[in-house]
């Protein structure tokens, strides 16, 4: 279900470029635009039944179709760099739908929770949360991470080094790295950065051209709601007290675009997946997040503060290089 005007997203969207084209660089460069219209989700835990337990729901299914085309091909013999010393490559588990990957930019968890007296099965479907003020695009020292003026946070895959430094500020440790693919391989494949960074975009190239994201479209159940962000918040409040319910996201991180409605608390919900974790071989990978409550912003701590002024000569020079880099491949392909 989309209440979102194609003709309004356009004309917002003109308008913001146009505002936009100021310097990128330094501490709140993500911020939201106050005059473009924002979207974003409501995601009805009371309607979503995991598809009952496909091994790819149909949200899951709907997202790695749409995607399949950016995902990574990574080189054959990848080698490990410096400083982290591991590479990651999940590109022989590219079938993997229980987790974060990046060939998986979606998944849904599955947490039995006890409230009011009985246990009920919550599934949850997992994503970018697309956040107002996003530490991964704010800290980001490649500049490659973006706040769009619409909401949606995306990566330019073609100038990501994969330093994984937005994962990292991350409350849930959401993007997902592919080594042995990206410009750090042309550059300096031992020691910068170690492939690219993957997370879902919101489809912002199908919300450009008015449609609503893949995931919403195929879900069944109509448990994810795409629309204008302050309309998709005030129908959670309104789900929510309908059902003596709870919301995740509106205050989380300092506030998202996407809004989860519980019939249980999430602070239940984050307990069971969090066991879920520890019993994981490595419960230390990312890719599985948990619901904390209340998480704080990381651009707002003193260390965010401070990698934010560190980075910000950084993030202007790689910002234009990478506009420039972007022009001469635009260059080549004309040839
Ligand atoms: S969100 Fe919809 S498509 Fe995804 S698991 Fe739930 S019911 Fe299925
Ligand atoms: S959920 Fe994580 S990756 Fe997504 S916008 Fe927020 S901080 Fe960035
Ligand atoms: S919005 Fe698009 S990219 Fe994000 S999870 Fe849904 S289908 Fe995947």
């Known amino acids: 279900m989309s209440d979102f005007s194609r003709r309004e997203f356009l004309k917002r969207s003109a308008a913001a470029g146009v505002a936009s084209g100021v310097a990128l660089t330094g501490f709140g460069r993500n911020a939201l635009a106050s005059d473009v219209a924002q979207v ?21 299914a709907a997202c790695r179709e749409e995607n399949k085309d950016v995902f990574p091909e990574p080189i054959e013999n990848i080698g490990n760099y410096w400083p982290q010393k591991k590479k990651e490559d999940w590109s022989n588990k590219r079938g993997l739908t229980s987790r974060l990957t990046p060939y998986n930019w979606t998944f849904v968890q599955k947490a039995e929770v006890e409230h009011d007296g009985r246990v009920q099965t919550i599934y949850v479907p997992r994503r970018c949360m697309h956040c107002d003020n996003p530490p991964c695009a704010n800290l980001c020292p490649f500049s490659v991470q973006n706040k769009m003026p619409e909401g949606p946070v995306v990566i330019d895959h073609d100038l ?29 494949p031992e020691f910068a950065g170690g492939g690219v960074m993957y997370n879902c975009d919101l489809c912002y190239d199908r919300i450009k051209s008015g449609r609503e994201p893949a995931c919403v479209e195929a879900c069944p159940r109509n448990a994810i709601i795409f629309g204008e962000k302050e309309k998709m918040r005030a129908l959670a409040r309104s789900r929510a007290d309908q059902i003596n319910g709870y919301i995740y996201g509106e205050k989380e991180n300092g506030g998202t675009s996407t809004f989860y409605v519980s019939p249980v608390p999430f602070e239940k919900i984050d307990a069971e997946l969090m066991k879920q974790k520890a019993a994981q071989p490595n419960p ?25 002024m560190a980075i910000a000569p950084i993030a202007g020079i790689a910002a234009a290089a990478g506009a420039a880099y972007k022009t001469m491949k635009g260059g080549e392909k004309d040839d």
Do not use: H
């Open 284 to 308: 230390k990978a990312p890719g599985f997040p948990g619901m904390p409550v209340d998480v704080e912003n990381f651009t707002e701590t003193a260390n965010g503060i401070a990698w934010s």
């Open 40 to 60: 974003g989700t409501m995601i009805d835990l009371t309607r979503c039944d995991g598809c009952k337990e496909l091994n790819a729901p149909a949200c899951v």
């Open 160 to 188: 990501c080094f994969g330093g994984a430094k937005c994962r990292t500020v991350c409350p849930w440790e959401i993007p997902a790295r592919q080594a042995g693919v990206g410009l750090y391989l042309k550059i300096a």
